[in-house]
């Protein structure tokens, strides 16, 4: 899809008529005004995923598409299953994104382990950097959004995704992606996919909370992050990263 001046003109005027008039985020995003008790700039929002706990049941996977009616066949979240050999190869499957788990595995090599993937929630995102109109943004808080009432469906921030965690909704001809269930949070709730997690795999964290047991668990285990080598600034962390995974 080709974008014209005129196309860049007027939706920027529109950007900044928006501004003018004080819409607030939630205005934008479609999510329910924030508590009273909620500041953004108190925030700063990611995940950590423990792998050895994560057991493909594809709970979250389910819990996810129906809090945030994603449609069939693409996911916000979704769950890969690593069988490794002995010459350190690995072979990955996803059967429908993990949503109803795995079939039994008749891998007989060294190890398998399973990995849930999601947005990354970048604080230097390159979806949000390719954007020729500001629909996909990163709000106060630290979550990457998107504007659906702006974006033009170009999908140059899917191409941009390191993670490919971006998709064309098929109805509205809009980017979708893991908005960290920001209607949620917001409200003081966890997400979806934690809320959901029956062995606590995933877990919702506040950086700038200095109550939030993330600080321990960053201090007491060894986290890597999905191809640092991006810099994207990744805030979801993962507890003994194997390197097989990509």
């Known amino acids: 899809m080709e974008i014209s001046r005129r196309d860049l003109f007027t939706i920027g005027g529109k950007l900044l008529v928006l501004a003018s008039a004080g819409a607030t985020l939630e205005q934008i995003t479609g999510a329910e005004p924030a508590t009273e008790a909620y500041k953004m700039a108190d925030h700063w ?8 706990k994560c057991i493909g049941c594809g709970n979250c996977v389910r819990a996810c598409s129906n809090e945030n009616h994603v449609p069939d066949g693409y996911f916000r979240t979704w769950v890969e299953r690593y069988q490794v050999t002995e010459d350190q190869q690995p072979q ?31 604080a230097h995102s390159p979806c949000v950097q390719v954007c020729p109109v500001g629909a996909t943004f990163v709000s106060p808080d630290g979550v990457v959004l998107v ?25 509205t001809k809009t980017v979708d992606k893991c908005t960290l269930c920001y209607h949620r949070i917001t409200q003081g709730l966890t997400t979806a996919c934690c809320e959901n997690c029956p062995t606590g795999a995933r877990q919702l ?24 080598y991006m810099a994207t600034g990744a805030k979801v962390y993962y507890k003994d990263l194997d390197g097989s995974v990509r």
Request: glycine share 6%.
């Open 147 to 171: 504007d659906q009432s702006y974006c033009l469906g170009c999908r140059y921030c899917v191409q941009a995704c390191p993670y490919g965690c971006r998709y064309l909704h098929p109805d």
């Open 205 to 228: 964290v506040d950086f700038k909370n200095p109550k939030d047991p993330v600080h321990e668990f960053l201090r007491h285990n060894k986290v890597q992050i999905l191809k640092p």
């Open 92 to 122: 990955v499957d996803s059967p429908n994104g993990a949503i109803d788990g795995f079939p039994p595995s008749t891998h007989t090599g060294v190890k398998s382990f399973f990995v849930p993937k999601l947005c990354n929630q970048c």
């Open 45 to 52: 929002w990611g995940m950590i995923v423990d792998i050895d």
